[in-house]
């Protein structure tokens, strides 16, 4: 909670900034580093809506088939995005996951494939990382 509030305090007005260089030259960085941590953050969490509404537009429209490959990609798509998602909140100082999940609507598929990650094999064949 500290550090969540250390960040959004470090995003004020820029006239702090310049206040508080006078202070710690570091401040004008620490603002910038900050900045591009939330700017991120809300990247990652357009990206992540929209794999979960794909996802979910996909399940609709095709129900009862079974089209597992173009289901398997979008759920990796999903699983990646919300791995780096918790993992850039986790910079930001904001740990809880859990609300993330319920605020979200992650369904627990695409928490089951978070951070597990593809790799090629020398044959072509892909295989999933533990």
């Not at 508080?20 to 030259?25: D, G, R, Y």
């Not at 700017?39 to 429209?61: H, K, M, N, P, Y």
């Not at 993330?100 to 094999?121: E, F, H, I, L, N």
Request: overall charge positive; charged content about 30%.
């Amino acid at each position: 909670m500290r550090q969540a509030r250390k960040l959004l305090s470090v995003l004020d007005a820029p006239s702090s900034i310049v206040e508080a260089s006078v202070e710690n030259p570091n401040a004008a960085l620490e603002y910038e580093i900050a900045r591009e941590k939330a700017s991120s953050l809300g990247r990652l969490g357009c990206r992540l809506e929209a794999a979960l509404a794909a996802l979910q537009a996909f399940d609709q429209s095709h129900v009862r088939r079974n089209l597992g490959g173009e289901r398997e990609a979008l759920l990796a798509e999903a699983g990646t995005l919300l791995w780096y998602f918790i993992v850039q909140r986790e910079a930001c100082g904001l740990r809880d996951s859990a609300r993330v999940m319920q605020d979200y609507g992650v369904p627990r598929d695409v928490r089951a494939r978070m951070g597990v990650s593809r790799r090629t094999m020398e044959d072509g064949r892909q295989t999933k990382d533990r």
